[in-house]
C-alpha cells in the first residue's frame, strides 16, 4: 500500500518541499510507492515579496504568478485546487470545501495571512497586502481615486480621494509606500493631477520604521521616503478605519480622523485560518503558529511537519524562533523533505534544523534599496545599487527553484527588459520592448569606421588642399573614369539587374569600385555637372565632416536614429558617385538598421539624458511643437 504525503500550501515553502520531495522520490524510484499532493486553494504560486510592485504597477500582473501546472509539468506531484475547511489531526484527515483528503504523513505549508490586532473596521474597509488578488485590487483602487479625481471639482474633495495611508512600517509596509510615492508622478501626468494635491502617509506604532534593521539604514529609508514625497508618522496608533477615513492617535491621547478613501494595511501577521481552528497552535506563539521540534517535525504528532512561517523552532543557543522570511521557508523545505523521506523509507539519518541567515533586503520604488546582511554573523550595511541586486539576485535563485530558466528570463524581462517609465533599479538603459542592446556593439563599431575615414580624408587634405576630391568631377562632355567602367561592365548583358549582382560580387573580391547601373547615368552626369562641380572643393568638405560628425554621434548614443538615417543617405551618396568599395554594402545595411532602433542610442548613450529632455521642453515649452503636437510622449 502507497503512502499519502500531502502538502497543504503552495507558497514558498509549500512547492520546493513538493519539488524536493518528488525528485527524492522519483531518484530512489518509489513513485509508486509514495505519492505526494499539493493542496491549495489557488492554482499558481504567488511572489508575495514583489506584490508591492503589481499594486503600485511597477510590473504587469503575470511577473509575480507561476501557475503549479508549469511548476510540477512531467513530475509526480498532484496538484488539488480547493479550500480545506478543517484539519483532523486525530483521524489524519483534510476537510475540504468539496472533498475529504486522507494522509499519511502532513506537511502544514499554509503561511500566515494580515494581522489586524482587534482595530475596529480595518479588516472590513482597509486594502490588505497580503495576496495576488490584493495587489490587484490595491492597484485598481489607487488607478480609480486618481480617474475619479479628475472629474471632481471641489478642491477638498478631490484631496480626500488623492489622501493615501500606508498602516505599518515593516518591511512590506515600507515598499508599498515607496512604491505608491514613485508611481504618484506618472499617475499624475495620465490623469493631469496637480501632484501638490497628493498625499501619502506611511504610519507606524512604534517610534522608528524597519525596527528589526540598524538605526543607520532607518535613517536613511526615512530621509528617502521624505525626499519622493511620503509623510513618515512615527509613533501613531490607528484608533478605528472607515470608509471615508482612518482614525489616529499620534501621543496625545485623542484620536483625530483624516479623511481618506484609501487605507493600504501592511501591518503584522498571524496564522492562516485553518492552522488557527487545527487545535495544534503552541500556547505561546506570536502569531499563531505550530511548535516543533529539531527536525520539523510537531512536537504532539512525528507525522505532521511543519515548514515555513507556520513553524515555532528556536534553534540551540538562539533566544528567538526562527523569522518568518523567504530564508527560513527555502532552508525548512530542504530538511522538511530529507526527514520525511527516512519515515517514509524507514532508513537513514535525520538532519537537524540548523538555518543560517544572510540577511535583509528590501528597496524604496524601483530605483533605491537597503540591505543588511553577508555571511551569519558578519553582516554589513550594503550601498543602494548593491542592494537591489542582492534583493533580485536573491529572487532569480528561488525563481531557478520553481520554475527555471523559463521563470528566471521572464523576471528579468519584467523588471529590467520591458519596465514602464524606467522604473528598474538600472535605470532605463536596458528597457526596451525590443533586445536593442545587442546592437550597442555595432553602433559604436560603425561610428568608429566612419569616423576613422573621415580623419583620414582629412588628414590627406591638411597636407595638400588639392587632395580634397574623393572622386573625379566630369568634364563637360559628360564622360568619366566612373561612367566609362561602369559602361563597360554592363554593355556585355542585355540587362543591368543580373549583371549588378554579378559584378557586386566581382568587385568585393578584386577591390575594384561596385558599378553604378547605367540607366542613373544621365541623371548623375548632370547633377554632377550643374550641381556638385560648382562647388566640388565645398561640397566634399562638408561630406568629410559629415562622416566625422556622424561617426562621432554614432560613438556617444547621441541623435542615434537621426545619426543612423544620415550615414545611410551617405552611403547612397557615395555609391551614386561611382567610387565605392564592397565596404559600402554593410556600411548601408548597419546603418538601415540602426534607423529603426533608435533605443539603443539609450543604451550606454548620451541620448539617454538628452532626449527625456528635448521631450520635455516640446511638450511644455515649444510653441511650435505644442501647437502642430510634434512632440513625443
Request: with cysteine; net charge neutral; glycine share 8%.
Amino acid at each position: 500500500m502507497s503512502k499519502k504525503i500531502v502538502v497543504l500550501g503552495g507558497g514558498y515553502a509549500g512547492v520546493l518541499t513538493a519539488k524536493h520531495l518528488e525528485k527524492k522520490i522519483r531518484k530512489k524510484k518509489k513513485t509508486e510507492e509514495i505519492t505526494v499532493t499539493l493542496i491549495d486553494k489557488n492554482s499558481y504560486n504567488t511572489m508575495l515579496t514583489e506584490l508591492h510592485e503589481v499594486a503600485a504597477d511597477r510590473v504587469p500582473e503575470v511577473a509575480i504568478k507561476m501557475e503549479f501546472s508549469k511548476i510540477f509539468a512531467k513530475r509526480n506531484v498532484e496538484v488539488v485546487q480547493d479550500s480545506i475547511e478543517k484539519m483532523d489531526l486525530e483521524n489524519k484527515k483534510l476537510v475540504g470545501k468539496h472533498k475529504t483528503y486522507e494522509y499519511d504523513y502532513l506537511v502544514v505549508a499554509t503561511g500566515s495571512r494580515q494581522g489586524f490586532f482587534g482595530i475596529e473596521g480595518a479588516e472590513e474597509n482597509s486594502f490588505s497586502l497580503w495576496s495576488f488578488d490584493d495587489a490587484v485590487k490595491i492597484k485598481n483602487q489607487i488607478r480609480n481615486k486618481f480617474k475619479e479625481a479628475t472629474y471632481e471639482k471641489d478642491l477638498e474633495k478631490r484631496k480626500d480621494l488623492l489622501r493615501f495611508f500606508v498602516v505599518g512600517g515593516g518591511l512590506s509596509g515600507v515598499e508599498m509606500v515607496g512604491e505608491l510615492a514613485e508611481w504618484v508622478p506618472y499617475l499624475c501626468d495620465e490623469f493631469f493631477i496637480n501632484k501638490e494635491e497628493v498625499e501619502v502617509n506611511l504610519v507606524e506604532l512604534g517610534d522608528k520604521i524597519l525596527g528589526i534593521l540598524p538605526e543607520k539604514i532607518q535613517q536613511k529609508s526615512v530621509k528617502r521616503l521624505n525626499k519622493i514625497g511620503v509623510n513618515v508618522l512615527t509613533s501613531t496608533k490607528v484608533c478605528k478605519v472607515d470608509k471615508s477615513y482612518i482614525s489616529l492617535d499620534s501621543g496625545a491621547g485623542q484620536c483625530i480622523e483624516h479623511n481618506t478613501n484609501t487605507v493600504i494595511w501592511a501591518g503584522g501577521t498571524q496564522g492562516s485560518e485553518v492552522v488557527q481552528t487545527s487545535g495544534a497552535v503552541a500556547e505561546r506563539s506570536r502569531g499563531n503558529r505550530i511548535e516543533t521540534n529539531k527536525y520539523l517535525q510537531y512536537i504532539k504528532d512525528e507525522n505532521i511537519y511543519v515548514v515555513g512561517d507556520n513553524m515555532m523552532y528556536t534553534p540551540e543557543g538562539e533566544e528567538r524562533p526562527v523569522p518568518q522570511m523567504v530564508e527560513n521557508c527555502e532552508h525548512s523545505a530542504h530538511t522538511c523533505a530529507k526527514n520525511l523521506m527516512v519515515d517514509v523509507l524507514e532508513s537513514g539519518e535525520k538532519e537537524e534544523y540548523k538555518p543560517k541567515f544572510h540577511g535583509t533586503m528590501l528597496c524604496i520604488g524601483s530605483r533605491y534599496g537597503q540591505a543588511y546582511g553577508g555571511l551569519p554573523g558578519k553582516f554589513v550595511m550594503y550601498p543602494s545599487l548593491l542592494a537591489m541586486f542582492a534583493k533580485h539576485f536573491i529572487n532569480v535563485i528561488y525563481f531557478f527553484q520553481v520554475l527555471g530558466f523559463n521563470k528566471v528570463w521572464s523576471y528579468a524581462k519584467y523588471e529590467i527588459f520591458q519596465t514602464k517609465n524606467n522604473r528598474s533599479f538600472l535605470g532605463g538603459y536596458f528597457a526596451n520592448y525590443t533586445p536593442s542592446f545587442w546592437l550597442v556593439p555595432l553602433r559604436v563599431f560603425l561610428g568608429l569606421m566612419w569616423f576613422s575615414e573621415g580623419i583620414v580624408k582629412f588628414e590627406k587634405v591638411l597636407k595638400d588642399p588639392q587632395n580634397i576630391f574623393m572622386f573625379e568631377i566630369p568634364s563637360a562632355d559628360g564622360v568619366t573614369q566612373a561612367t566609362e567602367t561602369v559602361a563597360e561592365v554592363v554593355s556585355t548583358g542585355s540587362s543591368w539587374v543580373p549583371q549588378m549582382f554579378h559584378t557586386i560580387e566581382t568587385y568585393a573580391l578584386t577591390g575594384t569600385p561596385l558599378p553604378v547601373p547605367t540607366m542613373f547615368d544621365p541623371m548623375m552626369e548632370w547633377s554632377m555637372i550643374n550641381i556638385i562641380g560648382p562647388i566640388a572643393p565645398w561640397f566634399q568638405g562638408f561630406m568629410i565632416i559629415a562622416e566625422m560628425v556622424i561617426g562621432l554621434l554614432l560613438i556617444a548614443g547621441l541623435f542615434t536614429s537621426i545619426a543612423a538615417a544620415g550615414a545611410a543617405v551617405m552611403c547612397v551618396m557615395i555609391y551614386m558617385s561611382g567610387w565605392s568599395y564592397k565596404e559600402i554594402i554593410w556600411y548601408f545595411t548597419a546603418s538601415i538598421g540602426l534607423i529603426g532602433f533608435g533605443g539603443t542610442g539609450h543604451t550606454f548613450s548620451l541620448d539617454y539624458y538628452v532626449q527625456p529632455m528635448l521631450k520635455k521642453f516640446a511638450k511644455t515649452k515649444c510653441k511650435i511643437t505644442k501647437k502642430w503636437y510634434l512632440y513625443n510622449d
